[in-house]
């Protein structure tokens, strides 16, 4: 017979104490004395008697007893014939994602877990190691050594798909995958009809604590182009909410703090107001005890360039340099017959002012300025309307112009929900000076948003796919909308529309395309460097921009910059999906397709490993019961 814990029959040296206790009886006797005691003295014989054998007919009982349920813990079983290791494959899936940060009852899930291998792991058997960023053909302890948490996503798909490709395509072996994770709901474990021949062993790591707050989401918001707004969304879970300090840094440089109260719900925000346009380093960090990773998130402002605005006339232009002239554009007129294709090229919007007709290059020139996301904002001309400006018209996703309409009009419609005015107004308003126009044109179909309207409900401003178009020339001889209140608000939110600002902050374990605004020579590259990391990524150069891409690395959260020959581009942040702070696991009890085991020791001693009956501990078990009942039936009846 052998023990699976056979450390605890160490306790078996404890029943040296009842056999003290038996020996050294620490009752006292009075003596008495009696008139005749001849009768006394036999009766007493007797009883002495009795009362010996019923003390160790107890004393035995209470031995064994204390025996049975020591050997019980210690799980006896009796060895078969060992399993040739060439007959069983085995291959281990390790989690080591950011989840399994959290606290078991022996310490981080994943450090225990990582232990655990490291002792139990038998050493004449050869395993396949499977974690989420990486795959070892016979694992040694030096690779499990060096496992450490990944953002990289992996479900139990992937999980199958990285076994089966491990597995031999042999029928006679029995293939086994033991599994180690926390089995969140994301994971998504269930079994395939195509995976019948693989025998799954779960070992589920479960927390000690449910209680966590997690940095969700973080958002920037304004007003317009030069302020700035933090909305932080923070979550709860468990049963105990409370509130939290909350701090906003710029590196080293504490920039604003405050706290968030759960107590009325497990989603809250909170904003901190923005005064430095650019911050390189920034980060928000929370104080809990739960998950450690999501208690900082990164992310980074970058410096907002000027929009570069071109605007193509066959009229006066001034009204829009008027309005573009602040410090957030680039504005550059040029006239129809004398385009330059460069500036084109660099533009961000382009304003076709009443031009009649485009020729041939600038129609090409254009629609590949299209493919580019640039915005377009059409103002038609009082004469007829060229082809070429109707095929570029139905380009941008506008049906095209209809009849020519030659009569007064009043601009009454104004749609406050449309974004180009979502944040101009307090309130709607609805008596104004209603600005007009002498002429104008229908507009075909209704695949667009009309966002200012005639007193008909036809368009007078119409937008499709981020771009804009009048239906109606805006010369003073044609219409005072350029007298209009609206005239500013509509073409500088036009023009602001084009700005797109970076991302705060990218997720690792996902590819991000990233756009640098930079013009490289030929032999020059981007690199990304931190305090701890200095890496090429896969880039690709355009005419006046770089795209970089990245996938594995960088593999930790933090902040970054993007260097062109030791020249400060821009800054990058990344952080972990938060995905992996959702604290509900699934539940494997009840699938009886699975076996699932209770530590590691248990599935090296189960079938596969050695042929062993394994249930003896219940015999011990019962064994311990008949005792104690034993024991009660002496001491009840036995005189």
Known sequence: MQFNHPEVLYALFLLIIPIIIHFFQL??????????????????????????????????????????????FARPYFPGEQIDPDTVETVIYLDNSYSMEAAGPRGRLLDRSVQELLEQLPEERNFTLITNNDLFENASKQDIQKIEYTATPLDFNSVLLNAKSSFSKDTWTTKNLLLLS???????????????????????????RLENISIDTLLQTGENLGARKLVVELKFSGDRPGSVPVSFYNGEDLLGKSSVDFSEGNVQEITFPVEDPVILNG??????????????LYFTFNEVRPIKITSINETDPRFLELIFSSEEFDFMPMPANEVDYNTLADSQVIVLNELQDLSGSLLNTLIQKKESDAVFII???PEEIGTGLENFIRELGFSGFGNKIEQEKRITGISFQHPLFSEVFEEEVKNFEYPKVQVSYSLTGSNYASVLRFEDN????????????????????????RQSPLVVPSLFNMGASALKPGQPYYLLGSTNRIEVPVELQEDEILEITSLDLNFIPQQQTFANKVEIITDELPGAPGNYN????????????????????DLSYKDLSDNEEVNVVSNLSEYFTSAGYNQEDDFFWKWFVTFAIIFLLIETLLLKYLK
């Not at 980060?283 to 900082?296: A, H, K, P, Y």
């Open 27 to 72: 009752r006292k006797f009075r003596r008495e004395s009696f008139t005749n005691v001849k009768f006394l003295k036999r009766l007493t014989q007797q009883s002495r008697k009795s009362s010996r054998l019923k003390k160790w007919l107890v004393l035995a009982t209470r031995l064994l007893l204390l025996a049975c349920i020591i050997f019980a």
């Open 182 to 208: 926390d089995f969140q709901e994301n994971f998504k474990f269930s079994l395939a009809s195509d995976a019948s021949d693989i025998n799954f062993y779960p070992l589920p790591k479960r927390p000690q």
């Open 283 to 296: 980060r928000i960090e929370i104080e809990d005890n739960g998950l450690q990773f999501d208690n900082t």
């Open 379 to 381: 103002i038609p001309s």
């Open 458 to 481: 036809s368009p007078f401003l119409a937008e499709a796919g981020g771009n804009f178009i009048f239906t109606a020339p805006l010369n003073l001889i044609n219409s005072n909308f």
């Open 562 to 581: 993007v260097l062109n020959n030791e020249n400060l581009l821009m800054g990058i942040s990344y952080n972990v999906n938060r995905k992996e702070s």
